[in-house]
């Protein structure tokens, strides 16, 4: 794998954000309710996209992706129901397949999700809702087999933790199921939001997105639409705080400030100076920031994907800090990594204490999974000297342009395809 070389800079001007990658991952899954064709705008370029895009072409459907404008087109019917382990190891949303091809083609067949290494990441939730749902659901040899029964008119899924993949998955499918179905507990995240906006362009009826229950009358087929998915609020987060742990001040514009209510919290507890505009977030840091406290939560708490960012933020802040992981409570991989880098923090449980330092020192380090990548190339700028972050990869599954937006930024950054290999 490559690596990305980054020298202390400030990070200040202007950034503008892509679509989200989370609204297009499960909207992407979505599409394959209906054989009618689907425009979608404002789809990012990555390679978690791409390699959804791969799995509807294995499905056998047709897919034109216009990298230039981010608009993908999608129509056909589905011709295969298995899904292959090279497309389904790479990411975890490849997972809300499983139901929609069941749902339009009578079953289907996966093996176990991959995704980022932050720790158990069980599906549990996805296999009893589906069962709920009438799918007749089993498991054998590392393949999960979905088969599609009879749905009781009227049914309640109550998720034991509310599981933004899971409450995705589920409605989808209840989308064209008979009768209705409630999703109690249900994640509360702006992407289903934007995933019930896409279902009822395409015919569904749902209501409640945004609430823990949600409320789908299932209807008899969905039809094709045009759709434009939200501004990505982890990609928005991930720039601010770059911004601010460098010391600059700048600008991010195409964010929907309402997304990030527990950020701009935090953040302002921290001292730095947040100004809200219509579409654009302006940012300016103090010289000196002070350590705060933070609960990782499901939204609108604050979110899991911020954590290693935030967490680069508060080791260079004054006093102490204590940064609680509620959601994955393993995902601290960067911590390591940024001690090695000269920050004064340790785990207990599934917190992390931090004493605020003067300064992080430039090091080689390894990036684990994506946002802990993001973390690392951010605490690279804020670090004396150069910092090489290896395994970089990661960075390119979630952040459309990165190594373009951040030069623009003033950041001194390269790419190293390829890299020397791990030993
Ligand atoms: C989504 C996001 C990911 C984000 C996460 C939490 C996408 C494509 N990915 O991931 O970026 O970090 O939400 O905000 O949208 N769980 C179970 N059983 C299940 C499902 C989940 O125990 O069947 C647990 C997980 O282990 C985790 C918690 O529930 O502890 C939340 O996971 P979930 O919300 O499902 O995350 P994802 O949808 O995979």
Same mark, same amino acid.
């Given at each position: 794998?490559?690596?990305?070389?980054?020298?202390?800079?400030?990070?200040?001007?202007?950034?503008?954000?892509?679509? &989200?990658?989370?609204?297009?991952?499960p909207?992407?899954?979505?599409v394959l309710?209906?054989?009618e064709e689907?425009?979608?705008?404002?789809?990012?370029?990555?390679?978690?996209?791409?390699?959804?895009i791969?799995?509807?072409?294995?499905?056998g459907?047709?897919?034109?992706?216009?990298?230039d404008?981010?608009?993908?087109?999608?129509?056909?019917?589905?011709l295969?129901?298995?899904v292959?382990?090279?497309?389904?190891?790479?990411?975890?949303?490849?997972?809300n397949?499983l139901?929609?091809?069941?749902?339009?083609m009578?079953?289907?067949?996966?093996?176990?999700?991959?995704g980022c290494?932050?720790g158990v990441?069980?599906?549990?939730?996805?296999?009893e809702?589906?069962?709920?749902?009438?799918?007749?659901?089993?498991?054998?040899?590392?393949?999960?087999?979905a088969?599609?029964?009879?749905?009781?008119?009227?049914?309640?899924?109550?998720?034991?933790?509310?599981?933004?993949?899971?409450?995705?998955?589920?409605?989808s499918?209840?989308?064209?199921?008979p009768g209705?179905?409630v999703?109690?507990?249900?994640?509360?995240?702006?992407?289903?939001?934007?995933?019930?906006s896409?279902?009822n362009?395409?015919?569904?009826?749902?209501?409640? &997105?945004?609430?823990?229950?949600?409320?789908?009358?299932?209807?008899?087929?969905?039809?094709?639409?045009?759709h434009?998915?939200?501004?990505?609020?982890?990609?928005?987060?991930?720039?601010?705080?770059?911004?601010?742990?460098?010391?600059?001040?700048?600008?991010?514009?195409?964010?929907?400030?309402?997304h990030?209510? &527990?950020?701009?919290?935090?953040?302002?507890?921290?001292?730095?100076?947040?100004?809200?505009?219509?579409?654009?977030?302006?940012?300016?840091?103090?010289?000196?920031?002070?350590g705060?406290?933070?609960?990782?939560?499901?939204?609108?708490?604050?979110?899991t994907?911020?954590?290693?960012?935030?967490?680069?933020?508060?080791?260079?802040?004054?006093g102490?800090?204590?940064?609680?992981?509620n959601?994955?409570k393993?995902?601290?991989?960067?911590?390591?990594?940024?001690?090695?880098m000269?920050?004064?923090?340790?785990?207990?449980?599934?917190?992390?204490?931090?004493?605020?330092?003067?300064?992080?020192?430039g090091t080689?380090?390894?990036?684990?999974d994506?946002? &802990?990548?993001?973390a690392?190339?951010?605490?690279?700028?804020?670090?004396?000297?150069?910092?090489?972050?290896?395994?970089?990869?990661h960075?390119?599954?979630g952040?459309?342009?990165?190594?373009?937006k951040?030069?623009?930024?003033?950041?001194?950054?390269?790419?190293?395809?390829?890299?020397?290999?791990?030993?």
């Amino acid at each position: 794998m490559g690596s990305i070389i980054v020298e202390k800079s400030v990070l200040q001007g202007e950034v503008e954000i892509s679509g &989200a990658k989370n609204s297009a991952l499960p909207i992407l899954a979505a599409v394959l309710l209906t054989d009618e064709e689907i425009v979608l705008h404002k789809i990012p370029v990555l390679s978690d996209v791409e390699t959804m895009i791969d799995i509807l072409r294995t499905a056998g459907k047709n897919v034109v992706f216009e990298r230039d404008t981010g608009t993908v087109k999608v129509s056909g019917p589905i011709l295969h129901t298995h899904v292959p382990y090279e497309l389904v190891r790479k990411m975890r949303a490849s997972f809300n397949v499983l139901g929609p091809i069941a749902v339009m083609m009578g079953e289907s067949s996966t093996p176990l999700p991959g995704g980022c290494a932050i720790g158990v990441r069980p599906v549990d939730f996805h296999i009893e809702g589906l069962k709920k749902l009438g799918f007749d659901v089993n498991y054998d040899h590392g393949e999960i087999l979905a088969r599609r029964g009879n749905k009781s008119e009227d049914v309640t899924v109550y998720l034991p933790f509310p599981s933004v993949g899971a409450t995705e998955h589920l409605m989808s499918v209840a989308a064209v199921l008979p009768g209705t179905t409630v999703i109690e507990n249900a994640a509360m995240e702006p992407e289903i939001g934007d995933l019930q906006s896409l279902l009822n362009e395409m015919g569904a009826d749902i209501s409640g &997105a945004g609430t823990s229950r949600i409320l789908i009358k299932g209807v008899k087929r969905l039809h094709g639409c045009e759709h434009t998915i939200i501004p990505d609020r982890i990609e928005a987060g991930t720039y601010v705080i770059g911004i601010l742990a460098t010391g600059g001040e700048g600008i991010v514009r195409n964010v929907r400030t309402d997304h990030l209510d &527990a950020l701009w919290a935090a953040l302002e507890k921290a001292g730095a100076v947040v100004k809200k505009g219509e579409n654009f977030v302006e940012i300016k840091s103090w010289n000196k920031w002070r350590g705060c406290d933070i609960d990782v939560l499901p939204y609108p708490g604050f979110p899991t994907d911020l954590q290693p960012q935030i967490i680069v933020y508060l080791s260079l802040a004054q006093g102490t800090s204590m940064v609680t992981e509620n959601v994955f409570k393993t995902r601290f991989a960067h911590v390591g990594e940024l001690v090695r880098m000269g920050a004064n923090m340790k785990i207990k449980e599934n917190t992390v204490i931090i004493n605020g330092v003067e300064k992080l020192q430039g090091t080689t380090v390894m990036g684990t999974d994506l946002r &802990a990548t993001a973390a690392l190339v951010i605490a690279g700028f804020a670090a004396e000297g150069e910092t090489e972050v290896t395994q970089v990869e990661h960075i390119f599954r979630g952040y459309e342009n990165v190594i373009e937006k951040f030069s623009k930024l003033g950041g001194k950054i390269r790419y190293v395809p390829g890299g020397v290999p791990e030993i």
